[in-house]
């Protein structure tokens, strides 16, 4: 399993086997100005992926998972939006200081991203084989002709039938399931190092959300990549990630080996995750869910921000921010990829 | 879609129907004898009066003489001119040339400085240009063309010296009523450039084009431009129907000979030929440019089914 460990302020972290993270997030700020004043959107997040690893980043709306994937990729909406602190490596180096025309070098043939939305994020009027061929033309200069056949063996690959006669086709004449799997051959076309995928089965029919999902898996198996796969549903993550970061207004609360996390969860939030999942065996009975909504990021709550929301809350969660810390087991042995963000984590490890 | 195009000229047909049968209805109830006021002040001998009515077939009643507007029409012929006694359609081929270069040249106008305009203001939105351009199609919008037309000659014609004040057919006499037409459209174009920009600047598939790292140019000049254009297209088309079928004030203002320009005369002189045939032109070009209009509009935008 992976060994990557990640805490709120340690530098540079190399796996145990001196492999360099494909991509490693250290301290990310980021901040967006409104009217209303400065949205706190990530508050020094930290992670790391590795060639062939699979990062699950979970948590609700507005808790920065999808602004930190656009930091990395260098695609925030600037302005409101800025990175304010921190630093973003790309095997080892620091994306942050390059120039944009260097930066926009990296999208596409070294890191790229898949969309939620597909119908929205494909480009209505351009046949899906213009929009495929137009990573090869634009960053292999490859002729026209070319890079029509190279779209057609890259829906091939991910098996859209009759891909030569659909190559022309544009993005409305596909069904749901289809158009994503364009957008992961569309992001897979120079073959990357790390891909970013924006929760990309939510919009999607559960039938179909598998078979991409697992399309996924099989294609970053193949190609060695590592993926951010930014989710809200537990469901999916627990087949593919190697591990997952929980995000709470916009920090990691905890992080885990996948199996782990779901077995003994270090953090309220996570284990009110786990218990909103609908289970079989308490059919009939009230669903649970976590009371309350995620903080107001112009004027977060002081303390843990959890705190409002948390059952187990006590005085010092409500003034004091809880750093990021390793979680060992109760004899002391390091549980090896593990930190939470809570007072409490011991209580809530071990019971 | 060969279907479609059928359907809807049948359609236009029924439109061209209608506008005429309103048209001579209206000139049927209109005060005043056409032939009778061809002398002008003086009086006429009734005898000649009587002769031209029966050789123009205004005696006949207006069925009759629908009826024979539309067999005649069907042949391409729009019948004799009362002042002249000459074809219509002769009459009016060379005024109708004028007016086409005329809505040519406003229509380029429009999209050379609607659509940069537009695009400038959307892409430095809030900077001292958005808010330039903001105020001045405000301006634009809001003067009548003849305020315009009329301003322009003041300047350019009468301070300046720069252009002629009487129409000559001159590429440079042109230019001061082109524009005095363009202006509005330029500006209405310019603020649906704008619009339509900024809604898709901030689409999703933006972003994605962004993230698949191509340069601002192509992102901007093929992802944007593209769907920005769509709708600003098919205003241009309509508003070029419509400035085809003759721009009154302005070609009155600067006495530009096209069929404007004969429509305003032939409405004094209650030439009532020249009349049906400048409006009867007017509608069929308008109805036309419409479905040129819906089938762009179906290539341009390929969600769009034509059915």
């Known amino acids: 399993m992976t060994t990557s460990h990640v805490t709120a302020d340690v530098p540079a972290q190399r796996g145990t086997d001196g492999e360099t993270p494909v991509l490693e997030v250290r301290d990310l700020h980021v901040e967006f100005k409104t009217r209303e004043g400065i949205v706190k959107a990530v508050n020094g997040v930290n992670y790391s992926v590795k060639a062939g690893e699979t990062l699950a980043v979970l948590g609700e709306s507005g808790s920065g998972k999808s602004v930190t994937a656009q930091a990395i990729m260098g695609i925030l909406d600037s302005p409101p939006g800025r990175v304010a602190k921190g630093e973003i490596l790309f095997k080892g180096q620091d994306i942050l200081q390059l120039p944009e025309a260097e930066r926009r070098k990296l999208r596409g043939p070294k890191m790229a991203m898949i969309f939620q939305d597909a119908l929205s994020a494909l480009n209505p009027v351009f046949s899906v084989g213009n929009q495929l061929g137009e990573m090869f033309r634009v960053?292999?200069?490859?002729?026209?002709?070319?890079?029509?056949?190279?779209?057609?063996?890259?829906?091939?690959?991910?098996?859209?039938?009759?891909?030569?006669?659909?190559?022309?086709?544009?993005?409305?004449?596909?069904?749901?399931?289809?158009?994503?799997?364009?957008?992961?051959?569309?992001?897979?076309?120079?073959?990357?190092?790390?891909?970013?995928?924006?929760?990309?089965?939510?919009?999607?029919?559960?039938?179909?959300?598998?078979?991409?999902?697992?399309l996924l898996a099989e294609l970053q198996a193949e190609y060695h990549m590592g993926l951010i796969l930014i989710t809200h549903d537990l469901g999916?993550?627990?087949?593919?990630?190697?591990?997952?970061?929980?995000?709470?207004?916009?920090r990691i609360v905890e992080q885990a080996p996948v199996h782990e996390l779901y077995k003994r969860p270090a953090h309220p939030y996570t284990r009110g995750l786990l218990d909103s999942i609908p289970r079989l065996d308490q059919k009939g009975q009230e669903l649970y869910a976590i009371k309350g909504l995620p903080p107001n990021l112009l004027k977060p709550p002081t303390g843990c921000a959890f705190s409002p929301r948390c059952p187990k809350a006590q005085d010092i969660c409500r003034t004091e921010l809880p750093p990021l810390v390793p979680v060992s087991e109760q004899d002391g042995t390091e549980l090896v990829g593990r930190v939470s963000a809570c007072h409490f984590w011991k209580e809530q490890i071990h019971g | 879609m060969g279907r479609?195009?059928?359907?809807?000229?049948?359609?236009?047909?029924?439109?061209?129907?209608?506008?005429?049968?309103?048209?001579?209805c209206t000139l049927f109830i209109l005060p005043g004898d056409p032939v009778g006021s061809l002398g002008g002040d003086k009086a006429r001998d009734p005898a000649v009066v009587a002769e031209l009515r029966e050789r123009y077939g205004l005696n006949d009643p207006l069925p009759v003489q629908y009826g024979n507007f539309v067999k005649n029409l069907a042949q391409g012929d729009l019948g004799e001119d009362f002042t002249q006694r000459r074809p219509v359609t002769e009459i009016l081929q060379p005024k109708l040339v004028n007016t086409a270069k005329l809505a040519i040249a406003a229509i380029i106008i429009d999209i050379v400085i609607g659509v940069l305009a537009g695009l400038i203001a959307a892409l430095f939105r809030y900077s001292f240009w958005d808010v330039l351009i903001t105020l001045l199609t405000t301006f634009a919008v809001g003067f009548p063309s003849f305020v315009i037309g009329m301003v322009l000659q003041k300047f350019f014609v009468v301070d300046l010296g720069l252009f002629p004040l009487i129409s000559d057919g001159t590429l440079n006499s042109m230019i001061l009523p082109a524009f005095t037409l363009a202006i509005l459209d330029a500006a209405l174009v310019a603020r649906l450039m704008r619009g339509t920009m900024l809604e898709v600047l901030r689409a999703d598939y933006v972003k994605t084009a962004v993230a698949k790292g191509l340069p601002r140019r192509t992102v901007l000049l093929k992802h944007v431009m593209r769907n920005s254009i769509i709708p600003v297209v098919t205003y241009l088309g309509i508003s070029f129907g419509t400035l085809l079928g003759g721009a009154l004030i302005t070609e009155a203002i600067f006495n530009w000979d096209g069929i404007g320009l004969a429509l305003v005369q032939a409405v004094q002189?209650?030439?009532?030929?020249?009349?049906?045939?400048?409006?009867?032109?007017?509608?069929?070009?308008?109805?036309?440019?419409?479905?040129?209009?819906d089938l762009l509009y179906a290539v341009l935008d390929p969600r769009i089914r034509l059915a």
């Open chain 1, 139 to 214: 960053h292999q200069g490859m002729s026209k002709k070319d890079a029509k056949a190279k779209a057609i063996e890259l829906m091939d690959r991910v098996k859209i039938p009759a891909a030569r006669s659909r190559v022309g086709d544009y993005p409305h004449q596909f069904s749901g399931g289809m158009r994503q799997r364009i957008m992961i051959a569309m992001a897979l076309a120079l073959e990357p190092d790390l891909i970013i995928a924006d929760e990309p089965t939510t919009a999607l029919d559960v039938t179909v959300q598998a078979q991409v999902m697992d």
């Open chain 1, 236 to 250: 999916v993550v627990a087949d593919v990630a190697d591990k997952i970061a929980v995000m709470y207004a916009g």
């Open chain 2, 269 to 293: 002189q209650q030439n009532n030929p020249i009349i049906i045939g400048v409006v009867t032109f007017g509608v069929a070009v308008f109805v036309l440019l419409n479905l040129i209009v």
């Open chain 2, 4 to 24: 479609y195009v059928i359907r809807r000229l049948g359609q236009m047909i029924v439109v061209l129907f209608g506008a005429t049968v309103v048209l001579f």
